[in-house]
């Protein structure tokens, strides 16, 4: 029997949902390791040998790439490689470049001389695939709010009305740029290059979260795209750093939450399909053949329904109902009921997706999940920022 081919993720994607349906196509078991952003990212790249294919994304990849961890991917063995979106590959318009940090182009290209750069050559250091804009969620009914209105800045997640009711994620190269952004938009402090802070810049932001944290007005961070979920719908939380798949939860279940458009752009991320620097031979084909499957428009189509976008739209087009279609790509009012990934109802008739379509969207983005030069130093000022989050007495979390 063959071994499956393992497949080491994080949680954001629905590969429950993916399973059995790529088994039967492809003809051979598929493995599925979860770990958490960080966890994933140490195992890839100190552990190549665990894992055949990495999903991750390209804010990751100076890591795994400086490790070799992984190799790279031969584009001729892609089938619809001439078919994704610019925004994914082509460095050489606006849209690839829009935004600060790491734009998915700037280190997709593998050079003669191995090292990344927007540079086209027949060698990519990562598949491109899933992508979104995240910004903020608010709990509509619980504030009282027109979000799409009245919530148009990353500097709500500062306005002392929700005092001890907003939370940011627990992952540095995404949570400190929500705050930065946050910062910078109410005027706390300024940033030279925001996908590219310097030690006294991270330091700054640091020193402004402290005291949100010693103050209670940041309630405890989350790391798992399930907790916001839960403390929503607890009442603890009335605005967070969130992701898609969250918001769908939340809108099964009930919950008026709204993501906002804040005019100062979206963070965005982008994220893609990696190979293990040992896979040779027949297991290198299989990893092809999933790597090929993943942008053949099924499992585009399922994560459509959680709120991403895949870099090969007109596959997912063809895999979705027309009404999922002009919800979630186009911007329309939702014809219908829309089901999430699992098929239960989550969006309503007449219900619009925040920020519009997908061109709207993805032109309004303000910076890319990043790896700074200085990453390691934001990552000991973050890890300090949690320790102490986390050593608030009990009553204080509760309360935060």
């Given at each position: 029997m063959t071994d499956p081919l393992r497949i080491l993720c994080t949680e954001i994607l629905p590969w429950r949902l993916l399973k059995d349906r790529a088994e039967a196509d492809l003809g051979f078991p598929v493995e599925f390791i979860e770990q958490d952003f960080v966890t994933a990212q140490r195992t890839?790249?100190?552990?190549?040998?665990?894992?055949?294919?990495?999903?991750?994304?390209?804010?990751?990849?100076?890591?795994?790439?400086h490790w070799r961890a992984i190799q790279p991917i031969d584009v001729r063995r892609i089938a619809t490689w001439d078919e994704m979106t610019d925004l994914a590959r082509s460095p050489g318009t606006a849209a690839a470049h829009r935004g600060l940090g790491d734009a998915p182009a700037t280190r997709l290209y593998v050079q003669p001389d191995s090292t990344l750069s927007a540079s086209p050559t027949g060698r990519i250091s990562m598949l491109p695939t899933v992508h979104n804009f995240d910004s903020f969620a608010i709990n509509?009914?619980?504030?009282?709010?027109?979000?799409?209105?009245?919530?148009?800045?990353?500097a709500e997640l500062l306005n002392p009305r929700w005092h001890g009711r907003v939370a940011l994620v627990d992952e540095p190269a995404i949570g400190a740029f929500d705050l930065t952004m946050a910062l910078?938009?109410?005027?706390?402090?300024?940033?030279?290059?925001?996908?590219?802070m310097t030690v006294a810049e991270i330091e700054e932001m640091y020193s402004h979260a402290m005291d949100l944290v010693h103050s209670g007005h940041l309630a405890p961070f989350w790391l798992r795209a399930s907790e916001p979920v839960g403390r929503f719908a607890r009442g603890e939380l009335t605005i967070s750093s969130i992701w898609s798949p969250s918001v769908v939860q939340m809108k099964a279940q009930g919950l008026k939450v709204r993501q906002a458009f804040p005019v100062e752009g979206y963070r965005a991320w982008h994220g893609g399909l990696c190979l293990s620097r040992w896979?040779?031979?027949?297991?290198?084909?299989?990893?092809?053949?999933?790597?090929?499957?993943?942008?053949?428009?099924w499992a585009g189509a399922c994560m459509a329904r959680q709120g991403y976008y895949m870099s090969v739209p007109e596959r997912v087009r063809a895999c979705l109902d027309p009404d999922e279609w002009d919800y979630w790509y186009e911007g329309k009012p939702a014809a219908r009921d829309l089901p999430d990934p699992d098929g239960l109802p989550a969006i309503r008739a007449g219900e619009l997706r925040s920020g519009g379509s997908y061109r709207t969207r993805s032109n309004h983005v303000a910076v890319?999940?990043?790896?700074?030069?200085?990453?390691?130093?934001?990552?000991?000022?973050?890890?300090?920022?949690?320790?102490?989050?986390?050593?608030?007495?009990?009553?204080?979390?509760r309360a935060g």
């Open positions: 890839a790249a100190m552990e190549p040998d665990s894992y055949d294919v990495y999903d991750q994304c390209f804010h990751n990849l100076d890591i795994v790439w509509a009914e619980v504030s009282g709010l027109d979000v799409d209105r009245e919530v148009t800045s990353w910078v938009a109410d005027g706390r402090m300024k940033v030279r290059d925001l996908g590219n896979l040779e031979g027949s297991r290198l084909d299989m990893a092809y053949a999933w790597l090929n499957w993943f942008l053949d428009g890319w999940n990043s790896t700074m030069d200085e990453h390691n130093f934001l990552v000991r000022r973050w890890t300090d920022l949690i320790a102490a989050a986390d050593s608030r007495p009990a009553r204080a979390r």
